[in-house]
């Protein structure tokens, strides 16, 4: 009985002291090895230096010699001999019989009272001795075959209105009319004065103001019409054909 009364004592302190562990809270040993994560540090950022580099939509090309300038025929004095290309009866040699500059004007403001000033442009004109007429403006060539006076009746009926319709769009829309002996698309419209004049045959006198319609149609062919105020020139309506400029070339005497 003693035997039995000690292991029941035991096996009593034994489950008292199991449960008091049980029960007691936890602690972490003061030389546990935790982990803790390091704290960050702040780091510059690293900028590289930003090297500008030009848009290939911007580069400028570098201009060919042959589009450096554009050929104009300010070469060609009265007196001359030239060949000219003619895309029906091919090359013409001729005499230049007289030599016309046109000054373009125009009007800094829109209005009937505004002026007319130069534009600072001037372009050429030249009668040949085949009774043709070689004008160059601004990227056109022309040579002429044939020249109609024409009445200010027939311009106000036949062409003013086309004139009025391309003016109205800024020169931007694509105006189409019919006038013999072709249809024809309006290409330029202005005003000029003659600044100069050489030579004799142009239906043109010194300081005439006139009004220009250039057209073109199919096949190269061009329209011409001159309309002089006050009777500083004669009205003309020329038919022909546009032409390479580069290819008039002088001839040797």
């Known amino acids: 009985m003693e035997f039995a009364a000690i292991f029941f004592c035991l096996g009593v302190m034994l489950l008292v002291i199991g449960v008091i562990v049980v029960l007691s809270p936890k602690k972490t040993p003061t030389n546990a090895a935790t982990f803790q994560p390091p704290t960050p540090r702040p780091v510059a950022p690293v900028i590289k230096p930003v090297v500008p580099v030009q848009s290939v939509a911007q580069a400028a090309p570098a201009a060919s010699a042959a589009a450096a300038k554009t050929p104009d025929l300010n070469w060609i004095k009265v007196g001359d001999r030239i060949s000219v290309p003619h895309p029906v ?47 160059a403006w601004q ?13 200010d009746a027939d311009i106000q009926r036949d062409l003013a209105p086309y004139a009025k319709q391309f003016a109205q769009s800024n020169q931007t829309a694509e105006v189409l009319f019919a006038y013999p002996p072709a249809s024809w ?56 054909y546009l032409i390479d400029i580069a290819e008039i070339k002088p001839v040797a005497a």
Not at 114 to 129: D, I, R, S
Request: proline residues 3%; contains cysteine; charged residues 20%.
């Open 89 to 135: 009866t091919g090359t013409l040699t001729v005499f230049v019989s007289a030599r016309a500059t046109y000054q373009e004007l125009w009007q800094t403001q829109r209005g009937p009272q505004a002026p007319w000033v130069p534009t600072g442009n001037n372009f050429t004109g030249f009668w040949l001795e085949t009774n043709r007429f070689l004008l």
């Open 185 to 240: 698309k309006m290409d330029d419209i202005g005003k000029f004065r003659i600044a100069a004049l050489e030579g004799s045959g142009l239906n043109a006198n010194l300081g005439g103001v006139g009004r220009f319609i250039h057209a073109s149609g199919s096949d190269n062919r061009a329209l011409v019409i001159e309309d002089y105020e006050g009777g500083s020139g004669q009205d003309m309506v020329w038919n022909g």
């Open 139 to 151: 990227n056109r060539c022309y040579i002429l075959d044939e020249g109609v006076p024409i009445s």
